[in-house]
């Protein structure tokens, strides 16, 4: 298929749609109206479904009875609004119910601002919802890994049943660049229907869909086994990042998102001043990759995000070295510039050494 | 390092500035470069200046956005042209809608191109084209992309059922890239 | 040679019901499982369990079943009845599930005509959690978090549920029912299987309320607390049809 230009939140959608999501459910809020916009006119075409929700949180637990249901289906929102599907992200969790939260970042807390953001970092991979948990965080850099990552969103959902997010930063949504929309994501084994969907047990069994174990022990082990066993085969299969110039760093940037995009100008200008810098890019922010970090080259990380720091503690836990670890961002709706990275590594660092 | 253009593209609401800067991307991916399309949103839309941000460039593009370093900026209202004169890279360009902007360019290390847009428009019949004339203008003076590519985007951006409307917005291109080869 | 003149209903499974003496879930349990055999769909129906003391039903039923958040039991449903249009699909839920926290969502499916049904189980009273005050808790009514008896002046009044759904343009039937008596109990198995019929022929979203008794936290016994259903909580909350699409269209 020839390269199409689309903006981020239509491509996603598009994305979806092509993965085999036939159920889309949100509410509108700045800055990802266009994904449901494009769901509630191109849904109908293909014999989907698109419910424009009374709330986020009665978009997140339509996703539930769907996704419950055998569907493949998705909402998205913005920072308030994924705040207010936390609760039901939290029950999709504990029911295993397979979905994709869609996460168009803006700058927070509260209502904030609607400009771009990536401040939900923790939000997103340290929970938001109540208990012991963990879900898939993808973090695209670009309209076209948007649209793959979207793909390989509901495999992976469906394959590990539980909910999946894809974070981007509102700059995602709102840009247009060429993508190919042909990309076919891993094919991965998926549990049948009818061992745990609503209305696909089969004749004289019960599928049910649990959520209270009022016996604490009962709890207990439920959890065990999520550690014990479908997080660590998520970390062990799905844990992705980029190397960009890191062959013979001894400096790296660590950031995703479009702070990454931003970063790399940087990396490029004080390489072309003979500074050995590169950068690490998470593609899944959890599983937060470990393995780039055990290069002991480099000699200090320096994070960059849109926000104020919220990937350090895993940076450092990651590279186990606290002290080497700086940080520079913007935050509330503030964009960088790659001049505001190569003044700061200059600064920091003395540049090219 | 590659050619890379930085084309901001700013005016009123309704004054094609989105679609202008659209249709360079898509002419420039159609040509097989690396592309990028930024609009503003939000507050800034309303009542002020809509704008977008466009590269299109020889290799693999970073950041998607620029405040400063404009290699090619399009202003088609005062507002946008107070904006975005002073960010301008030095030796870049700046086209301005004349019909309507009666201020000029105080600096002298970029090259300005004053286009009457509304009244070539006008002239043309249909004041709607007045964003075309402009890029006709653009390429023209800039080289981003061949504007036989802007009309192949023209139909991918707005539909091939507008494929009627290829022989006017010819004429736009070729008449915005005549005025601002007079200037030259 | 013996005849079975009564029997536990196919749906229900042997689990033995957590229901206090004197409740009307297990009633109202039974009544859904009855409707549901007599019309044939014990295999293709799906019931969705609210927060409250029904969250057990999946134990109870045979039926695939699901755990809703508090109050979202409407909007999960909705993603379920949208993805199995032809599943007989379920509500059950509270007072406090159903009236408080999740009225935004139960106003909101029935305005879009949701083809499924909902059983509300009106008590005035948070059971679970232990006796406190229900947004269908009644005037003067004590709860142990109104503890003088509710006073409408700080407390607010309560929300009749079934007249305000009414007023929607969604809903294709709506009646107000009551669990105090066995003629009343005949009369909710009417209303049920009205809905529940109705929601094979896809008419719209259908709703029973049914007033029932919490006698441990009313602080009566069994006896009074059916008194207490008929003396006070009908004469506030009115039996009846609210609303029927079958005879409007008549």
């Known amino acids: 298929m020839a390269k199409v230009m689309m903006k981020g939140n239509e491509a996603i959608a598009k994305a979806a749609i092509l ?6 459910m949100g509410y509108p809020i700045t800055p990802q109206n266009e994904v449901p916009e494009y769901f509630s006119r191109e849904l109908p075409l293909v014999g989907g479904t698109f419910v424009q929700a009374e709330s986020e949180v009665a978009a997140i637990n339509m996703v539930y009875g769907a996704g419950a249901s055998g569907a493949r289906v998705m909402t998205s929102s913005s920072s308030p609004g994924i705040a207010l599907k936390q609760e039901g992200i939290g029950y999709c969790v504990k029911g295993e119910i397979p979905c994709v939260v869609v996460s168009m970042m803006r700058g927070g807390p509260g209502l904030g601002t609607i400009q771009p953001s990536q401040s939900d970092y923790l939000q997103a991979t340290r929970g938001g919802s109540n208990g012991d948990y963990h879900i898939p965080v993808l973090a695209p850099g670009s309209v076209q890994e948007a649209v793959d990552f979207v793909k390989e969103s509901f495999e992976i959902a469906q394959c590990y049943r539980t909910p999946v997010m894809v974070l981007c930063d509102g700059l995602i949504g709102q840009m247009m660049e060429p993508v190919e929309l042909d990309h076919e994501p891993t094919k991965r084994e998926m549990p049948d229907l009818s061992t745990w969907a609503l209305g696909y047990s089969p004749k ?5 869909v649990i959520n209270l174990d009022i016996d604490a022990p009962n709890c207990e082990k ?3 086994r999520f550690f014990e066993e479908k997080y660590p085969a998520i970390e062990k299969n799905e844990v992705r990042w980029e190397e960009f110039m890191m062959d013979d760093a001894e400096y790296a940037f660590v950031s995703y998102g479009t702070t990454s995009r931003i970063i790399k100008n940087a990396v490029k200008a004080l390489r072309a001043e003979g500074m050995k810098i590169g950068l690490v890019r998470p593609q899944t922010l959890w599983p937060f990759p470990q393995k780039p970090f055990e290069n002991k080259n480099i000699k200090k990380w320096i994070v960059g995000e849109m926000n104020m720091g919220q990937m350090v503690p895993d940076v450092q836990l990651a590279c186990g070295r606290k002290e080497d670890v700086l940080f520079y961002g913007r935050t509330g709706g503030m964009i960088p510039t790659p001049e505001e990275y190569i003044d700061f590594v200059k600064k920091e660092l003395g540049g090219a050494k | 390092m590659g050619n890379t253009h930085k084309i901001s593209c700013a005016g009123f609401g309704g004054q094609g500035v989105m679609s202008m800067g659209q249709l360079l991307t898509y002419a420039g991916m159609l040509e097989g470069k690396e592309v990028t399309w930024v609009p503003a949103y939000g ?13 299109v460039s020889d290799e693999p593009i970073g950041s998607p956005i620029f405040d400063t370093g404009i290699t090619t900026a399009v202003v088609m209202n005062l507002p946008s042209f107070l904006k975005f004169v002073p960010k301008v890279a030095p030796g870049g360009s700046i086209f301005v809608n004349s019909s309507i902007i009666e201020e000029k360019v105080q600096r002298d290390d970029v090259k300005v191109y004053y286009i009457p847009a509304n009244d070539i428009a006008r002239e043309l019949g249909n004041d709607k084209l007045l964003n075309i004339i402009m890029l006709g203008a653009v390429v023209e003076i800039d080289k981003i992309v061949e ?10 951006v707005f539909g091939d059922h507008k494929a009627k409307l290829i022989p006017i917005n010819r004429e736009a291109l070729a008449k915005g890239a005549e005025f601002a080869k007079k200037l030259e | 040679m013996s005849t079975i003149v009564y029997q536990k209903p196919e749906g229900l499974t042997d689990v033995r019901m957590h229901y206090c003496p004197g409740c ?6 039974r009544l859904i499982a009855e409707c549901i055999s007599e019309l ?11 927060v409250g003391c029904a969250v057990f039903i999946p134990k109870y039923f045979t039926y695939d079943s699901i755990q809703c958040a508090h109050g979202r039991a409407p909007a999960t449903a909705t993603g379920i009845k949208r993805v199995h249009p032809d599943k007989l699909v379920l509500t059950y839920q509270g007072d406090g599930d159903l009236a408080s926290i999740g009225t935004a969502e139960i106003i909101h499916a029935a305005a879009r005509g949701e083809k499924f049904t909902t059983i509300f189980i009106n008590n005035g009273i948070y059971g679970m959690t232990g006796g406190q005050m229900a947004p269908t808790t009644l005037p003067g009514m004590r709860s142990t978090t109104s503890q003088a008896g509710r006073d409408v002046r700080i407390n607010g009044n309560p929300i009749r549920v079934c007249e305000m759904l009414a007023t929607l343009d969604g809903p294709a039937y709506i009646e107000r029912v009551a669990v105090d008596s066995p003629a009343h109990v005949i009369a909710t198995k009417k209303a049920i299987k009205k809905a529940l019929t109705m929601q094979q022929a896809k008419k719209g979203f259908t709703f029973v309320e049914v007033v029932s008794s919490c006698p441990t936290n009313w602080g009566l016994s069994a006896t009074k607390a059916m008194e207490f259903v008929r003396d006070s909580m009908i004469p506030y909350y009115p039996l009846g049809v609210f609303k029927d699409m ?4 008549e």
Do not use: Q
């Open chain 2, 43 to 55: 507050p800034e839309m309303r009542g002020g200046t809509a704008n977008c941000s466009v590269i």
């Open chain 1, 19 to 24: 993965a085999g999501c036939r159920y889309f």
């Open chain 1, 222 to 224: 439920e959890n065990i």
């Open chain 3, 24 to 29: 009307g879930h297990g009633i109202v349990h």
């Open chain 1, 204 to 208: 004289g069994k019960t599928n049910t």
């Open chain 3, 246 to 249: 079958e005879k409007e269209g």
């Open chain 2, 147 to 156: 504007s036989e590519s802007i009309l192949k985007a023209f139909l991918k």
């Open chain 3, 40 to 50: 044939g769909e014990t295999e293709n129906t799906i019931i969705c369990a609210p």
